[in-house]
């Protein structure tokens, strides 16, 4: 990829940067204010677009239509479901269904949502091993088909837990980080600087609340690639 992200990513680290506030929502957000969101100051949005390779979220379209109306960045996600299929089969799946990147400015590389179970093993029942393999399959997959690498969002517990807090993907995909405080805390190991912080699950407007490190240039500076 030409930009970039990574360039952008060392930048960040290096000078201090002004927030930019945005949020993530799915179809559990059955109406969201996406106008008096931006109004607000949020310039990005998240959407969930599928989850393992036969689930497609029913507000997707709506949501993007919508965020895309009120001037917001915005980008799909897919949730992980990695005792289901391969991650070359679910990256595949979200490509073709809403994950798609395009070169335009407003468009986020999709995000890899790699979080507990919410109905069963914390792990989908993988080593810390075959864990990092199914990732690196469905990023590498994403950067092949996509031309950038897909944004990855995790806690640092989760990904202690689950992956042995590799270090594998830290100079590949940026992170976006889920930690409900007043403070990002320790990163995963590999990253030296978050991209976008989840802070809590609560957005005025509709679904949690994020923040991105950086300046409004560098983020869509992201968009575009």
């Not at 109004?39 to 949005?45: K, P, Q, W």
């Not at 809403?98 to 335009?104: L, P, T």
Request: with cysteine.
């Amino acid at each position: 990829m030409k930009f970039t992200i990574l360039a952008g990513l060392a930048a960040l680290a290096s000078m201090a940067q002004a927030a930019v506030p945005g949020f993530d929502i799915s179809h559990w957000q059955s109406t969201v204010n996406y106008k008096g969101a931006y109004n607000s100051g949020a310039r990005f949005v998240m959407i969930k677009a599928t989850e393992g390779t036969t689930y497609k979220d029913p507000k997707f379209s709506t949501h993007y239509i919508g965020a895309t109306n009120a001037g917001l960045i915005r980008g799909g996600y897919h949730f992980a479901q990695p005792a289901s299929s391969s991650g070359a089969a679910q990256a595949n799946f979200f490509i073709k269904n809403g994950g798609g990147w395009s070169s335009d400015g407003i468009t986020l590389p999709g995000m890899l949502d790699m979080e507990y179970n919410p109905s069963g093993s914390a792990c989908y029942g993988l080593s810390a091993s075959a864990m990092v393999n199914w990732i690196s399959d469905f990023v590498e997959t994403y950067k092949s088909s996509q031309g950038v690498y897909p944004l990855l969002y995790t806690s640092t517990s989760w990904w202690t837990q689950c992956t042995g807090n590799s270090a594998a993907f830290g100079n590949k995909t940026p992170l976006v980080i889920a930690r409900y405080s007043s403070s990002v805390g320790t990163l995963p190991a590999g990253w030296s600087v978050y991209s976008f912080w989840q802070f809590n699950d609560s957005y005025q407007y509709g679904g949690d609340s994020q923040t991105f490190n950086g300046s409004l240039d560098q983020l869509k500076k992201i968009a575009k690639g």
